[in-house]
Structures are given as C-alpha cells and as structure tokens.
C-alpha cells in the first residue's frame, strides 16, 4: 500500500510563500511522475506543476516565475515552493504521483490535499 502525505499548506498574505511537502511511503519501486494539482471552490483540478524522476519539469502558465517543483528521489519527496502568492492561488493543492510497483503496474496516487488561503 502505498500513502502520499502532504504538509505545508496554510493562511498567508498576498505577496507571502508557502511551501509544500509531499512524502510517498509504502512498497514503492520506482516514481517518475509528481506534481501539484489544485482545485479552487467552483473549478476544474489543475495541474500547477510537474516534474520526473530526470528533473524535468512543467508549470501552468499562471504560476510560472512564482512557483518552484523539486523532489529528493531519495525520500521521495516532492517540494513546491511557492512565492508571491495571490488571492486567485487560494485553492486545496493536491499531490499526486505514478508509482511503479515490483509487478510492473503503474498506479495513479493522490493526496489527502492541503489547503492554500491567500488573503488580499
């Protein structure tokens, strides 16, 4: 079994930072995707950003300049930073990550989500 823990989230002003953590545990054989989705009162999940096992990496236009994604594949972990945050970023983030497993298959995780307040 596999579990995505999220921590970080929380109330700040417009113009603060924040930043996310997001630990998977559990029979894990290998991860290449992670990123942070978040989903706002009324709106479509979005993906914030992503990145794999090799570094690369892909933002949302919106956030792009303000944002940083970064993991430590040896605690598998996935970071996002996130700076001069806006009242339009208030939003439950997401985790999420594909998780390869001894047999091969490749399952679909998500977090509990962490919710991100900005304050105008």
């Known amino acids: 079994q596999v579990q995505l823990v999220e921590s970080g989230g929380g109330l700040v002003q417009a113009g603060g930072s924040l930043r996310l953590s997001c630990a998977a545990s559990?029979?894990?054989?290998?991860?290449?995707?992670m990123g942070w989705y978040r989903q706002a009162p009324g709106k479509q999940r979005e993906l914030v950003a992503a990145?794999?096992?090799?570094?690369?990496?892909n933002y949302a236009d919106s956030v792009k300049g303000r944002f940083t994604i970064s993991r430590d594949n040896a605690k598998n972990t996935v970071y996002l930073q996130m700076n001069s945050l806006k009242p339009e970023d208030t939003a439950v983030y997401y985790c999420?990550?594909?998780?390869?497993?001894?047999?091969?298959?490749?399952?679909?995780?998500w977090g509990q989500g962490t919710q991100v307040t900005v304050s105008s």
């Open positions: 559990g029979t894990i054989f290998s991860i290449n995707f």
């Open positions: 990145i794999t096992s090799g570094g690369s990496t």
């Open positions: 999420n990550a594909h998780i390869g497993h001894v047999s091969g298959v490749v399952i679909n995780y």
